[in-house]
């Protein structure tokens, strides 16, 4: 049910960010067409040449890259997009969506998003308990979004507990599920 369908998938700074790659791999197998959208703190850990090479598009991420007088249309995007991923989706990012903080472009593509948005948090355990992370999710929740809950395990903190971001097969399912 992916086929034909267009996916804005956020990246943001996590250490689970490099699982994005096989969440594209995953979607376009299935015959979605993706389009990235990575926060600058995204792009520390997984390099736009590797999803622009997965994807076939280039990626979008800062207001002011061009110098010409061009720009990205977040506007567009969220016109574009049959459903938003943010995938993984950091305790500052979640923290922006729910508040608002339009500072960079993924932000301002949720605020304009008409489609379905997914959330898959990423975070060390502590953070994911905290009362601030858990509310701001409550509050996505409350405003229609779908979060996708963290596992319980080995975290790359070498912690365990839960905040470990869903299986990509498992994300991929989910959206799979939701276009059935
Ligand atoms: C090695 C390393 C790993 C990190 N992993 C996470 C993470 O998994 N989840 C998280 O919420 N923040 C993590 N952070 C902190 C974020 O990168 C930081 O809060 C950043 O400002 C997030 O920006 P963004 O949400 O705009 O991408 C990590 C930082 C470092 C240095």
């Not at 905290?130 to 999710?137: D, F, G």
Request: charged content about 20%; proline content about 5%; aromatic content about 8%.
């Amino acid at each position: 049910m992916l086929k034909g369908k267009h996916i804005v998938l956020g990246i943001t700074g996590s250490i689970a960010a490099y699982k994005a790659c096989l969440i594209i791999r995953g979607l376009i197998k299935q015959g979605a067409e993706v389009q990235v959208v990575i926060t600058p703190a995204g792009k520390e850990f997984i390099t736009p040449i590797t999803l622009s090479a997965l994807t076939s598009k280039p990626v979008i991420s800062e207001f002011f890259a061009q110098r010409d007088g061009t720009w990205h249309s977040h506007v567009d995007l969220g016109l574009w997009a049959d459903a938003m991923l943010i995938a993984p989706a950091t305790a500052s990012t979640i923290g922006k969506m729910a508040n608002g903080i339009a500072d960079n472009m993924l932000i301002t593509t949720y605020l304009s998003m008409k489609a379905p948005v997914f959330i898959a948090p990423a975070m060390d355990l502590d953070m994911y308990a905290h009362p601030s992370t858990q509310r701001n999710l409550e509050t996505l929740k409350s405003y229609g979004n779908h979060i996708i809950e963290p596992g319980t395990g080995f975290l790359a903190s070498h912690l365990e507990g839960k905040g470990r971001m869903e299986e990509p097969e498992n994300i991929i399912k989910i959206l799979d599920d939701y276009f059935k």
